[in-house]
């Protein structure tokens, strides 16, 4: 049985103010959240004070993004190492932000994945198609190119990582995949993950709030979100998190 998983992704939001208000509010809640996991992901800045904000609860540590690179001169790059550090669980990479604004590559995403999984931590890997993918039939096609690095590189390992489907055209624009939708992506992720696929959570991201979520999270194969502007609503997030109890 997969252990559902929320995920909030807080992208480029927050202050040490603004975190400590944010994770008191959610934290002054927190009950009866234990079947489903769930992590909170700050900017790089900010995962010492977040990590420490969270200290005694069981909300895991996350981080946005890791480089490929063990060490060097690598100039605004954050290692993976550095990430274990400071006790995070979960580091996202492939974000449809990073593919698109770093011009990052589907074997520059497996790479940082492969880094992450190999300093003990879990790797979120995020796929997803445009909406002119998606009109164009292409839906299936983009996702399987995004994976094949990732399940080429990893192989025996690839049971160990985590999926998150993030339709890039339901990113923050308030559009949202309807359920069946979204569940049809995630059985083709799960199928394309061969023999893992079974043992591997595969989240769903894109305009996630708590209207959607208890719908999103009944279809077999979404097993939690990866949640952007809802995560940064102490009410909302918790009731995300509740849905997916």
């Known amino acids: 049985m997969r252990r559902s998983l929320v995920m909030g992704n807080w992208k480029m939001n927050g202050s040490l103010a603004a975190n400590q208000v944010l994770l008191e509010a959610l934290l002054a809640k927190w009950q009866g959240v234990h079947k489903a996991e769930v992590a909170v992901a700050p ?51 492939g974000h449809s932000e990073r593919r698109q604004y770093h011009a990052e590559s589907s074997e520059l995403v497996a790479k940082k994945a492969k880094a992450v999984l190999a300093e003990g931590m879990v790797p ?15 839906t299936l096609a983009v996702i399987s190119e995004q994976l094949s690095p990732v399940i080429a590189l990893f ?45 591997v959570r595969i989240l769903y991201g894109g305009s996630v709030k708590p209207a ?4 999103l999270f009944a279809k077999t194969d979404i097993d939690g979100a990866l949640v952007g502007g809802a995560a940064l609503k102490a009410d909302d997030f918790y009731a995300i998190c509740r849905a997916a109890d």
């Not at 010492?48 to 069981?58: F, I, P």
């Not at 993918?133 to 292409?138: I, T």
């Not at 999926?163 to 990113?171: D, S, T």
């Not at 569940?183 to 079974?198: K, N, P, S, T």
């Open 43 to 93: 900017v790089s800045l900010h995962l010492a004070q977040v990590g420490q904000l969270l200290s005694g609860s069981n909300i895991q540590l996350a981080a946005q993004d890791a480089s490929a690179h063990a060490s060097g001169a690598f100039t605004g790059e954050v290692a993976a190492a550095m990430l274990s550090e400071l006790d995070c669980r979960y580091v996202i990479v």
């Open 124 to 138: 979120v890997v995020c796929v997803g198609e445009t909406l002119s993918e998606r009109d164009a039939g292409q």
């Open 155 to 199: 192989g025996a390992s690839l049971a160990q990582i985590v999926v998150a489907y993030e339709p890039v055209w339901a990113i923050g624009t308030g559009k949202t995949a309807t359920p069946e939708q979204a569940q049809a992506v995630h059985a083709f992720i799960r199928d394309q993950l061969g023999a893992a696929g079974e043992q």
């Open 212 to 215: 959607n979520a208890e719908a």
